[in-house]
């Protein structure tokens, strides 16, 4: 049966009778229908007053309730096995429209009472409730709901109950037997939720858990819950207060707190304590971490976080952060007055004061365009590192070397379909002490493009580069035992001038101004002729515009000239590549073999050696690199001279899974200078294996026989004598339950780069899942040329979807000389984690 809404938002029943509605559901009543029993005028009546309330209760519900979301508490254990949903079709959310089943609805004339009785079914804007009985009492004004109770929010929340008892203004009332599911699978229990005030909800006997039910056992209790004996929730604060509570792994209590507070599952951002955290050092002794979180406004907070320490007093830190309409920024300060300065006796620590602040901030311009900076400054360099801040916090640093320098800049960067460009100017903060050896970048841009149309048939693309940069004092290496040992490359004096030559030292950054403008031109195109061969001419121009202001300091002059120096520099290039691939194919699979051979065109590299290079020390010559144009890595260099780059690559591809590549090549000097056998102030391309007219051989192989196999191995040999210059093999296994990777490598001397000595190693490293959660891992790195262990990690921890266990113990080695003790350093880590609850990590060295 369906009604016609009244025009003074009542409902007309038969026999002319007005039933007014409830105030909260006169804006979306729209119709009602009853199925079942009890079909009179009467039983219409009380069924619609009945349905009424009954939807009211669904609302209120979702209102008192929706607290059960992340870090809620909540009661007994989770050992209940809830009805399934009945097969009912519900209506779209926020249709203006109710609708109510019921077996029978019944209507109490002395009583003022209206009943639905049996497989009670409600839908109103989304939200569903489902119960045995439902009654509305027009004398109290409450509506009670019996009987397996099950409502289902719009958002996915699931709420059982045994009794639910509230008044039709939703601001009192209790609940029986509470049991809520949420969306992102947090769980909470009660015996019994009491609601007044409109804004108070007191849950009796609370447990929460964020894990899931055991798919096995149900009934079993979780990974971990809280039990409280009472759980307050304050709607209008959005908090929840916990009394009494204890915190249980496996059902068996761990912990146990007579009260704390945390911000309404509801809630994103909450002023309040978060986890402490506790650390170690010899220095400063014990410390722990009190942060503290301020919820400024929706768009900005901050975090103040003091640590106090047994050595050396309070460690005051802050950040602040603020998100606008196109992006963000963030500050950060730390500073403490030291108790105890002579821990760091010796060293930049060493006094009463220190401090710093650090900054960053991205914003976009346009849906291509971004700007930004970062910015740290410190009162000493070594400030982050004796109290483990910013990017020394991480101790576990996977055998990488820490950081030396701290950049301070601020860049433009826009991306487009075809093109790039990126311009910053930026500011090193030396972390190890040598601030006047490190340059600043005023700036340097980066533009490359993509033609979208062809020209004389092929691709074109251009891309240009510019630099002007300062540095106060030269900084140099060593390249001979005896210079490191007399630290003549790092004394800037005139009783060492002579001794920093060339043959001793290696000058990596020179004093001084520089500025460079370069850009270059490519175009190739590729054919195929009938026999399958594949021709790809090429041609590009180059053109570098320098100038360079270099001081005159103590040895410098034996690397570069000093004083002004302006350079036009212009490399034109014409070459032509060569493929022929050859393909064998099996019943097992199918090989290919490509012949490539490359020539390349183009005058002498003009000023070799004689102009600054900043960006073009790094020259690792293997098969990666060998048919490039230019291999020097920078814009510093450039190769000149004809050139000839040969060599075969061979791919088998099996049938059943798996692949093996292998390629073998070497580079030759036709005519002119081998821009790789000039010296230049780090001796770029020396020892590079290009020295040579004709070079070292170069070869990789990598196979994958699926996907639990991997292994590849990158070589290059001596052309003349077949020795291995450069050796590395690498070899991992990932299985269902434990996995592992070996890594071996072997170098030989570069002294003329800086390399002074032979380096051999090994670093194993490995994970093995001891059960579904548990996983336990370790690597260690072994020095072969000295026979010992450079460092180890150890390490295992429990991981799922609600908890985090993890702890590592870091061992390191530093080896003074090879006859030496080892100076040990240790670090130990402790992660702990509850999903929705806390997280935190303890260190100590």
């Known amino acids: 049966m369906r009604w016609r809404p009244h025009r003074l938002f009542g409902l007309v029943v038969p026999g002319g009778r007005l039933v007014a509605a409830p105030a909260a559901l006169r804006r979306g009543l729209l119709a009602f229908r009853q199925s079942g029993a009890g079909r009179g005028a009467r039983a219409c009546a009380t069924g619609i007053r009945k349905v009424i309330l009954a939807v009211a209760l669904g609302l209120l519900l979702s209102a008192a309730l929706g607290l059960t979301t992340p870090r809620a508490a909540f009661a007994q254990s989770f050992s209940y096995n809830p009805r399934p949903p009945k097969p009912v079709t519900q209506r779209p959310a926020n249709d203006g429209q109710m609708l109510v089943q019921a077996n029978e609805v019944d209507y109490d004339y002395n009583n003022s009472r209206v009943s639905a009785v049996g497989n009670v079914q409600l839908f109103y804007n989304g939200t569903s409730v489902e119960a045995d009985r439902v009654i509305y009492d027009q004398k109290t004004k409450r509506l009670h709901a019996e009987g397996n109770i099950r409502m289902t929010d719009v958002d996915g929340k699931i709420t059982y109950a045994d009794v639910i008892d509230l008044s039709d203004d939703y601001r009192d009332g209790f609940v029986d037997s509470l049991h809520v599911d949420t969306a992102d699978s947090t769980r909470m229990a009660a015996t019994r939720a009491d609601r007044s005030n409109g804004n108070y909800t007191v849950f ?390 490509e012949p490539i051979a490359q020539v390349i065109i183009r005058p002498n590299e003009s000023y070799a050696g004689k102009l600054p290079n900043e960006d073009a020390q790094s020259m690792v010559f293997d098969t990666s690199n060998l048919f490039e144009v230019n291999k020097f890595s920078g814009w510093d260099r450039v190769e000149g001279g004809g050139r000839a780059n040969a060599g075969v690559e061979a791919t088998t591809q099996f049938d059943r899974g798996g692949s093996v590549t292998a390629v073998f090549g070497q580079s030759y000097q036709l005519f002119g200078l081998n821009s790789y056998a000039v010296q230049d102030m780090a001796n770029s391309g020396v020892d590079s294996g290009l020295q040579t007219p004709i070079s070292d051989y170069v070869a990789s192989v990598s196979y994958s026989p699926n996907r639990i196999y991997t292994i590849s191995t990158r070589a290059r040999f001596d052309q003349a004598t077949g020795n291995i210059q450069r050796f590395e093999t690498e070899a991992s296994a990932n299985f269902d339950r434990w996995s592992i990777s070996v890594l071996y490598g072997d170098y030989a001397a570069q002294p003329d780069i800086g390399y002074l000595t032979r380096r051999e190693g090994i670093l194993v490293s490995g994970s093995v899942k001891l059960a579904t959660n548990w996983v336990a891992q370790g690597a260690a790195r072994w020095d072969l040329v000295a026979n010992q262990i450079n460092q180890y990690v150890v390490g295992a921890g429990y991981v799922d979807d609600c908890f985090v266990l993890a702890a590592n113990y870091v061992t390191s080695y530093e080896y003074a000389t090879a006859t030496s003790p080892p100076i040990l350093g240790h670090a130990f880590m402790l992660q702990l984690g509850l999903r929705t609850l806390a997280n935190t990590m303890q260190g100590s060295q």
């Open 204 to 593: 009796e006997n609370g447990v929460y858990t964020a894990c899931a039910p055991c798919r096995d056992d149900p009934k079993k209790p979780p990974l971990w819950q809280v039990k409280a004996v009472r759980i307050i929730h304050d709607q209008l604060d959005k908090m929840l207060y916990f009394e009494n509570a204890q915190l249980e792994f496996f059902g068996v209590p761990m912990a146990y707190l007579p009260y704390f507070s945390a911000p309404d599952p509801t809630v994103k951002r909450k002023s309040g304590f978060l986890t402490p955290a506790f650390s170690e050092t010899p220095q400063y002794g014990y410390a722990m971490e009190t942060p503290y979180y301020w919820a400024i406004a929706p768009d900005m907070d901050a975090t103040f976080t003091p640590r106090f320490m047994t050595q050396q007093g309070v460690l005051l830190q802050g950040e602040f952060r603020q998100r606008l309409l196109d992006g963000s920024y963030q500050i950060r300060a730390y500073g403490i007055d030291q108790l105890d300065p002579g821990a760091y006796a010796g060293q930049p620590g060493d006094k009463q004061f220190r401090g710093g602040v650090e900054t960053k901030g991205e914003f976009a311009l346009n849906d291509k365009w971004v700007w930004g900076w970062e910015g740290v400054a410190l009162s000493d360099y070594n400030m982050l590192f004796d109290y483990r801040l910013s990017v020394y916090q991480d101790v576990f640093n996977s055998f990488l070397a820490l950081p030396t320098e701290a950049p301070s800049q601020l860049y433009l960067t826009g991306v487009g379909n075809r093109s790039y460009f990126d311009a910053r100017t930026i500011y090193y903060l030396s972390l190890s002490g040598n601030q006047s050896q490190v340059p600043v970048i005023w700036p340097v841009v980066d533009y490359a493009n993509v033609f979208n149309h062809s020209i004389l048939g092929g691709e074109v693309s251009y891309k240009t580069n510019f630099i002007n940069m300062s540095r106060s004092d030269a900084a140099f290496d060593p390249t001979t035992l005896a210079a490191a040992a007399n630290g003549t490359c790092l004394l800037n004096t005139a009783d060492t001038a002579q001794s920093i030559t060339r043959a001793n030292c290696l000058l990596r950054g020179m004093p001084g101004t520089y500025s460079r403008l370069s850009g270059e031109v490519d175009w190739r195109r590729s054919f195929t002729d009938s026999a399958g061969e594949i021709w790809t001419p090429f041609a590009s121009v180059r053109a570098d515009a320098i100038n360079a202001d270099i001081s005159n300091q103590p040895g410098v002059s034996n690397f570069l000239p000093t004083g002004d120096t302006q350079a036009l520099r212009v490399m034109p290039a014409v070459g032509m590549e060569y493929r022929y691939p050859f393909i064998n194919v099996q019943p097992w699979g199918s090989t290919t073999i």
